[in-house]
């Protein structure tokens, strides 16, 4: 109940914000605005500084969805008696490949997925409740859903493709071409649908910076915050797992694209955004910094040696 209030009162504070920024620009009872409304100030270098701060999330949220997801993969191949080493590159299974089983094969490589599917569920209840949220760590969050959509989503898409991963799975269920093809479709569909039905919930992390999210910068904001990063969160998560090159780990990766690109199709036609008049200042995430290059060193070296689940 108490919920309920809060975002009808949410609801009634967006009308307000439109209806004040319509009388300003003298458009509230007129369908041409004036001329003076295109010209917003916006703070020097501030999506330098976005760009900045949502690769260091980015990179975050890869390790722990990744690192997680390598581990639950692992765990679950020693309940089938498979020993194995964890590396930063994938998951070294200690058996010959004609002891594996359908029950193992299905049970290993179905895990990561399914759990990283649930996990996304739940990110994504919590993103829905701190939504309005102004702080940065909320992005963190945002990329958490991501990276578990995406070795969800992902994982149908590529392994049917690539018949690695997930793609072991939909080989020993003797699922013929036809079958494969659907498959794709229905990954690629889906990620994209999921793409445009996040667009407001993405645009929503603007507020880090701005009160207004405006057609003037909308695009310049959306391929700040996560383009960018996305290109250069993977050159980097590529540079690091060096000289082990993961073929299918890197298409993976790149299939995120397809719940970003929506993004940008979608801040095309969707209106002003309206937040709070807060006074915003550029974050600045020195400790975030030293902790996303720590964590990096730290995943390369450890996992570069192994760990034996």
């Not at 690539?162 to 020993?172: R, T």
């Not at 073929?247 to 694209?257: A, E, I, K, P, R």
């Not at 996303?292 to 570069?304: K, N, P, Q, S």
Request: hydrophobic residues 55%.
């Amino acid at each position: 109940m108490h919920n309920d209030h809060l975002k009808t009162g949410n609801r009634f504070y967006i009308a307000y914000r439109k209806i004040r920024f319509l009388v300003k620009r003298g458009s509230l009872f007129s369908k041409a605005p004036q001329k003076t409304a295109r010209h917003v100030k916006i703070p020097e270098g501030i999506f330098k500084t976005i760009s900045f701060n949502s690769l260091l999330l980015f990179l975050v949220a890869y390790l722990v969805i990744y690192v997680l997801n390598l581990f639950i993969t692992g765990y679950t191949a020693i309940i089938f008696d498979i020993p194995v080493p964890v590396y930063y590159n994938d998951v070294d299974y200690l058996i010959r490949g004609i002891d594996w089983t359908p029950d193992s094969v299905s049970g290993v490589f179905s895990s990561g997925p399914i759990a990283m599917f649930v996990l996304s569920l739940f990110l994504l209840i919590l993103y829905k409740a701190v939504e309005t949220e102004s702080g940065i760590l909320r992005l963190l969050l945002l990329w958490l859903i991501f990276h578990a959509m995406t070795r969800f989503f992902g994982e149908i898409l590529v392994g049917a493709i690539l018949n690695k991963g997930f793609g072991f799975v939909i080989l020993y269920m003797f699922v013929m071409d036809t079958g494969k093809v659907i498959l794709t479709i229905v990954g690629f569909v889906a990620m994209f649908t999921l793409g445009i039905a996040m667009a407001r919930l993405s645009m929503y992390s603007a507020n880090i910076y701005f009160n207004d999210l405006r057609k003037a910068y909308r695009t310049k904001f959306i391929l700040s915050q996560f383009f960018l990063p996305f290109l250069l969160g993977n050159i980097i998560i590529f540079l690091i797992k060096l000289p082990k090159f993961n073929y299918f780990d890197l298409c993976l990766n790149f299939s995120m694209l397809l719940f970003l690109i929506p993004l940008l199709m979608r801040s095309f036609t969707i209106e002003d955004l309206y937040f709070d008049e807060d006074k915003k200042t550029i974050v600045r995430t020195h400790m975030l910094t030293a902790a996303t290059v720590l964590a990096l060193i730290a995943f390369r070296v450890i996992l570069g040696f192994g760990i034996r689940l």
